[in-house]
């Protein structure tokens, strides 16, 4: 990692062997005479070496590597390119094509043909110019490579969801504590100027004592992933199947499970269950009630919804009906004297009126910039983002342990300091599940 405004310097240069270093005095005076002309004469340097203009010095920018760059994560990486103190160097995708229409993109934004392309990101990884990497391949990944992307010393900015399970959330955490590097999850509803308003007033107490937080899971199937009829397998140039698969169970190749949306979305789970919109929605109301550092400590399944509470009596419902219509994402915050509901169309429901004094323009839709400006600004500074990894762990671990008594069907206990169910030897064997070789986290 740069240490940002350090300059660097050149190694000494020796002479070849066999010959003196030593010159003598006229030489010496003609060198000397020769290096004040340069020195007294004009220097033109670019503007943009010294950051003048508006532009950042090319010491100071933050070189990015990108795993896994689909639709979203091509969204993701758009808005990273738009960053002045920024440059994408390196591409790793297990499909030829996306390699190539990413290095065509980075190619063309900076009029060069220099970004690198890689199909496997350990290749990637063991570049020591790269600071960061964007993760954006299938969720089936996403713990295992940020994990090996902290461990190759990288900070990580990585899609959600961000963990398999239980044991994945702790170990990204534990893993971003001892390494001190920077995590940010892609749960970027916490940068919006709406969801950012809804949060505050729960939190300062406008909306008086929390009792309730409403959540959209975006589904509450716990259904298996499962194998889909064997297909012929491409040339693992063209599309590496066992590095797809990665540390997943293996089974053979479809291509519906290469572009399914919903292969591993949760764990073994397809579609994710909890994990879909929860990773978002969740994740807000975990800020709303103080609890980054902790996890409801009960879950049930109610009719079409899952009920959880936290330990300081807060209860949180996630349902899929009965909202406001304002847009995908909502989550409503229901205290003793007042309630606000929101969505992605940034606008409100509330209680009263009074509650939306101060409030800022709206925002619609779920832009990533000011979530991308924050975790570069964290790179730089080496501070916490808005979702970083102890964050993201204790959110997702809300979302698994829904998961797990939707699966089971009934009511679990959780403990969110010992990380173990209460006296449940059948949740608790679903904290974690095997990896295949040679993954580990």
């Not at 010159?23 to 020769?34: E, N, S, Y």
């Not at 100071?60 to 758009?78: F, H, S, V």
């Not at 990665?246 to 292969?263: E, I, S, T, V």
């Amino acid at each position: 990692m740069k240490k940002f405004n350090l300059a660097k310097t050149e190694p000494a240069r020796l002479a070849p062997q066999g010959k003196s270093n030593a010159i003598d005095r006229r030489q010496f005076l003609k060198a000397a005479a020769q290096a004040t002309a340069l020195i007294m004469a004009p220097q033109i340097v670019p503007s943009s070496v010294l950051g003048r203009e508006g532009a950042t010095p090319p010491s100071e920018k933050i070189i990015l590597g990108a795993i896994g760059i689909g639709n979203r994560g091509t969204y993701d990486l758009t808005c990273f390119l738009h960053e002045p103190d920024l440059k994408f160097v390196a591409i790793c995708d297990v499909k030829e094509g996306r390699r190539q229409a990413v290095k065509k993109m980075a190619d063309n934004r900076y009029g060069n043909t220099d970004c690198a392309m890689y199909r496997d990101m350990r290749e990637l990884l063991s570049r020591e110019d790269i600071d960061a990497v964007l993760i954006a391949t299938g969720p089936n990944w996403h713990a295992t490579a940020s994990i090996l992307a902290a461990n190759a010393g990288k900070d990580v900015y990585c899609e959600k969801p961000c963990t398999k399970n239980i044991a994945q959330s702790l170990a990204l955490a534990e893993t971003f504590r001892r390494t001190g590097r920077v995590f940010q999850a892609g749960t970027q509803r916490r940068s919006l100027p709406n969801f950012a308003f809804a949060i505050d007033l729960a939190r300062r107490g406008k909306l008086g004592k929390l009792h309730t937080l409403h959540a959209h899971p975006g589904g509450l199937d716990t259904h298996m992933s499962g194998w889909l009829p064997a297909e012929t397998e491409p040339p693992k140039e063209q599309v590496d199947w066992d590095l797809y698969l990665g540390p997943a169970a293996w089974r053979p190749f479809n291509a519906k499970l290469l572009d399914g949306f919903n292969f591993e979305k949760g764990g073994g789970l397809a579609g994710g269950g909890c994990l879909e919109w929860g990773s978002h929605c969740v994740d807000l109301c975990q800020l709303a009630n103080d609890a980054d550092g902790t996890a409801p400590i009960e879950y049930e399944p109610v009719g079409e919804e899952l009920r959880a509470r936290y330990a300081n009596g807060v209860n949180l419902v996630m349902r899929n009906n009965g909202w406001a219509g304002l847009g995908s994402c909502p989550v409503k915050f229901e205290g003793e004297t007042g309630w606000i509901e929101t969505g992605d169309d940034g606008t409100f429901k509330v209680s009263s009126e009074d509650l939306l004094t101060g409030r800022k323009a709206s925002i619609a839709g779920y832009p990533a910039d000011f979530y991308v400006r924050d975790f570069l600004d964290c790179v730089k500074s080496r501070s916490q983002p808005r979702a970083n990894a102890e964050a993201a762990c204790y959110s997702h671990i809300a979302c698994h342990a829904a998961n797990i008594a939707l699966y089971l069907g009934r009511k679990v206990k959780y403990d969110p300091i010992k990380n173990e169910f209460i006296g449940d030897e059948q949740a608790n064997r679903m904290r974690s599940e095997a990896l295949r070789e040679p993954w580990r986290v």
